[in-house]
């Protein structure tokens, strides 16, 4: 049974930072890569960042703020979160996936084969 478990969502300030992160199991993590995707209320789940073996991928909206690396070991992929903005409250989710992945999938959802419960993520203004 594959489980993806996130943690250290929380509530800060605007400019303030959080660190995401997701731990996998039962499946071999090194063969997927992962994804986080947010989603606010009204609004579709959208991509914030994924990482492959080697290559990362970033919205628009986070890039130059999110740091998304993965540690194969752990298990564990995390999301570095910095210079946070209201815009960015959401439920963050971890999302493990098989692929292929090319520059027109990468982001979408379906795309992904398993999914974290989320963790709540609010930014004060």
């Known amino acids: 049974q594959v489980r993806l478990v996130e943690s250290g969502g929380g509530l800060v300030q605007t400019g303030g930072s959080l660190r995401l992160s997701c731990v996998a199991s039962g499946l071999t993590f090194r063969n997927y890569a992962m994804g986080w995707f947010r989603q606010a209320p009204g609004n579709e789940r959208e991509f914030v960042a994924r990482v492959g073996s080697i290559m990362a991928d970033y919205a628009t909206s986070v890039k130059g703020r999110f740091t998304i690396s993965r540690d194969n070991a752990k298990n564990t992929v995390y999301l570095q979160m910095n210079s946070l903005k209201p815009e960015d409250t959401a439920v963050y989710y971890c999302?493990?996936?098989?692929?292929?992945?090319?520059?027109?999938?990468?982001?979408?959802?379906?795309?992904?084969?398993?999914w974290g419960q989320g963790t709540q993520v609010t930014v004060s203004s």
């Open positions: 999302a493990a996936g098989a692929g292929p992945y090319s520059s027109g999938n990468y982001y979408r959802p379906g795309m992904y084969d398993y």
